[in-house]
């Protein structure tokens, strides 16, 4: 007859990490401020090409640039968004 005893439970919460853990490294905060400013200079140019007579008239570059925008944009965006996520995680 099997025991009618209750068992013990675990618990399932999840362990903090340690602070030294989440704390994020200084120089990834700086390599992530350096590719952040690298793309933004990039989207500046792309920006610049597609505003060139070259790029105006010509249907299939003008087409290219906004690609190549949309690439950088999309780089950058989740770049940004990881950065202040880290700034945030520092705060805590």
């Known amino acids: 007859m099997p025991s009618s005893a209750p068992k013990p439970q675990q618990s399932k919460r999840p362990t903090k990490p340690s602070q030294a853990a989440s704390t994020p490294n200084p ?44 690439q950088v944009q999309v780089q950058l965006d989740s770049l940004i968004e990881k950065y202040i996520q880290m700034l945030e995680d520092n705060d805590q």
């Open 27 to 70: 120089a990834t905060i700086q390599k992530l401020e350096r590719d952040i400013a690298e793309l933004e200079q990039t989207l500046k140019s792309i920006h610049a090409a597609m505003l060139e007579p070259e790029a105006t008239y010509d249907a299939g570059r003008l087409s290219e640039l906004q690609t190549q925008q949309n």
